[in-house]
């Protein structure tokens, strides 16, 4: 039998819920398995979750609420430019993610398990439903400051949060790749990944080519990282 973590119940759950799905995928975990790891009734379980949808739900919003916030924070900046303001998500994206890194690693590896898709797709959906907004509040910024060629502003914001969306799934399993392979070979290979991408967002708002810097951040920033 397991035992607490620490004083949040709810919180100790959530994280013990998260490892078994890790090691053993979302539906072979059943409810007991979380309680035992953790030492604690079924009861305790069913005050804070009604089931393990529910912990999905929290791990979902607890995994990209962080992230939410940056965007939200920097599109609401006042001085920067729409052009800067893209740049400086991605490099504080970049910071939190390298803060973050040990739980965001046990989500990726759920990824890789079949029975885990529920979890990345409300990962997607709550994604989706939250960040179109300041994308799209930057995006129109842009365009009245000449910087960016598109006045489809909410379905660019879209498509723009659905491309990042599968570059950072793209990107996750080459930096696991990484891990077990030529480090030189990998390293090419996320170099060419993102340069693609950002190719592919300078285009569809009409960017100068070269003006945003995903590449140079990602690359750098997965360098000193992960030691790659």
Known sequence: MGK????????????????????????????????????????????????????????????????????ESVANDQEASAVDKLNKIIGQLMTYKTEAKEIRLKVISMYEKGGNLKLKQKIIDFTLSKAKAPYAKIFQQGKAEGSFDNEFYDEVAKLWVNIIIIMNSAIAMLVREAYNADFNQTALKIKRKVDFYQDALERLIGLEKGSFQLSKQITENLAAAYSL
């Open 4 to 71: 607490r973590k620490t004083l949040d119940l709810k919180q100790d759950i959530i994280n013990a819920a998260l490892t078994l799905f890790s090691d053993i995928g979302y539906d072979q975990t059943s409810i007991k398995a979380i309680t035992q790891e953790l030492g604690v009734s079924k009861g305790a379980f069913y005050h804070y979750f009604e089931s393990k949808e529910d912990i999905l739900e929290c791990i979902a919003e607890d995994y990209v609420n962080e992230s939410l916030s940056i965007i």
